[in-house]
Every structure is written in structure tokens, then in C-alpha cells.
């Protein structure tokens, strides 16, 4: 599964959740300017947005893009953090999401 995840400050634990496949994690950390006109890769199969510092802008453009291309897109509140030891079943992770890493 290809993934784009935009916000946070690394995409690690994406990255090691889909180890055992073989997929793409493609990380924009939602800080630079130029993240707002880039465009999602074709092959991108999600988009989990991670609403850590990530503007308003950039969250609307990604979701409205996703949706037109019919990507799926997943929000990650700011409060929820993510740890790569967390269990699956935790309440650190989104049930939507974990059904990415099931495929």
C-alpha cells in the first residue's frame, strides 16, 4: 500500500507498520511552503493527514484533491500520538486506519 502522510514530524511509525510489505511511505512534513502546490502521487493509494501544525490550507487542498482523485483520507487528531511499541488495538490509533495496515 502507498501511502502519503502529511504532518507530524516523521513518518517512522508508518514506515515500520508496513515493513512487512511491500508499499511506500511518502512523508510531507507540512511546514514548508512549497507543500501547499505539490501534488499527491499518482500511485498513492491514502492519505493519513496528521494534524500536528499542519494549516488549515494544506488540510483542505490534500482532502479536496483526495477526494476528487477518490483517495482515501484519514485525520489524525494532534492529541493522539502515535507510538511505534502502541498496540494495534490501543486507543492511540484511528479504527479507520487500522484497517490500512490489515490489507
Known sequence: ????????DSADVFRQRT?????????????KRRDLV????TTTEAVVVVLDRVSH????RV??????????VYFLKRSRRIDAGAR????????????LFDQ
Open 1 to 8: 500500500m502507498n501511502l502519503l502522510i502529511v504532518g507530524g
Open 19 to 31: 515493513a512487512d510489505r511491500t508499499s511506500r511511505v511518502e512523508h510531507w512534513s507540512g511546514r
Open 38 to 41: 505539490r501534488t499527491i502521487p
Open 57 to 60: 490550507a494544506l488540510a483542505k
Open 63 to 72: 482532502r479536496g484533491e483526495a477526494s476528487r482523485r477518490g483517495v482515501p
Open 88 to 99: 494495534p488495538d490501543s486507543a492511540c490509533f484511528d479504527r479507520h486506519l487500522l484497517e
